[in-house]
């Protein structure tokens, strides 16, 4: 019977130490929260009132913003996750891919790429732009033209080059003129210069045809003599003096001289209708950019794309620690922990670590259980003695 009694009492002992643990640890786990706000009796604030979490919020959210700060949203945590090869490689690929989507391989024509960057009416500005450019440059060109003197016109190298020519010019027309008057025509142009002259001598005329014979033999004779002419060495001379003095003269002459009655309004206009016709601007800004640049995908892919890239890493790992700390993370953490309700952090809390905190309130039955044991065990040794 005793020893029924003290098996019972050991097993009492053992639950009310273990409730006493139990309850203890959960009680401890909720003040970390409860209650929320702090409680008074008249002015007389109730101890432990409100929870050691509610109570050090502000310090709390100041330890989390800290600890975001340089243990998790450090530099180089962002370094290690983003500024990779595969995320530079991906980043790369996605902006190519873009490029190629909305600008390489659109159905926007130059047209309306030109209106979404706010330029309208694009080529008539053009082709009147371009028409005065011509204006200009014609108005330049006449002004020069019919200003000064052909030699004031004429590059210095023209001129030099042109009366280097001028020997090989009166050769060149002594040779033609040699062949023309040894040819058939030259003896019927002969012939008939004697035949015109002679009937325009009337009796006389007669008078030499009868001495000289048949008007072909006179023919001969003249056409002889022409050729003897053209190879004297006087001839030679004679006429590269002629072209000589005619080129020096063609030099000083003004050049509005020789230019006078050209229809210059008319020749500016064809021009300019040849330029409108040739620009066609509207026609050229209504196909789009790939009938332009078919070859343009492969282009950027090998020279911008990868630029672009390489350029946006390389400015992110250099600005990236100055950024974050203009960011003030750890005041936004702080500001955002600091805002929240409490019964908000507790949840947070509670659903990170409700498991562990139901295993420190069995932990606390078990070692009151083991204590009301002991204790049991205490008191049965002392009653023996």
Known sequence: MKRLDFIWTLLFMAFIGALIGGFTNHLAI???FRPHAAKYIGSWRVPFTPGLIPK???ELARQFGKTVTDYLLTPETFKKKLLTPDMEEKAEKFLQQKIEEHVLHSDKTLNEWLEVAGATAVSEKIERKVIELVD???LLVRTKLTTGTVGDLLPEKWRLEAEERIPQITTYILKQSEQYFESDEGKAMFR???????ASKGTLGSMVNMFFGESES???KVQREALKFIAAPGTYNLVNTIILNEWEKLQKRPVNELLAGFDWDGLFGS???YVKKELAIESRLDKTLHDYWPEGSN???SHITPTIIQFAFGQVDKQLEKSLRKLKIDDMVREQVDSFPVEVLEDLVLGISRREFKMITVLGAVLGGAIGIVQGLIVFATNLT
């Open 299 to 301: 282009w950027t892919a």
């Open 56 to 58: 050090r919020r502000d």
């Open 30 to 32: 909720k003040m970390l």
């Open 218 to 220: 006179l023919v001969g």
């Open 136 to 138: 200009d440059r014609l």
């Open 271 to 273: 021009i300019k209708g």
């Open 192 to 198: 008939k210069l004697i035949d015109d002259f002679l």
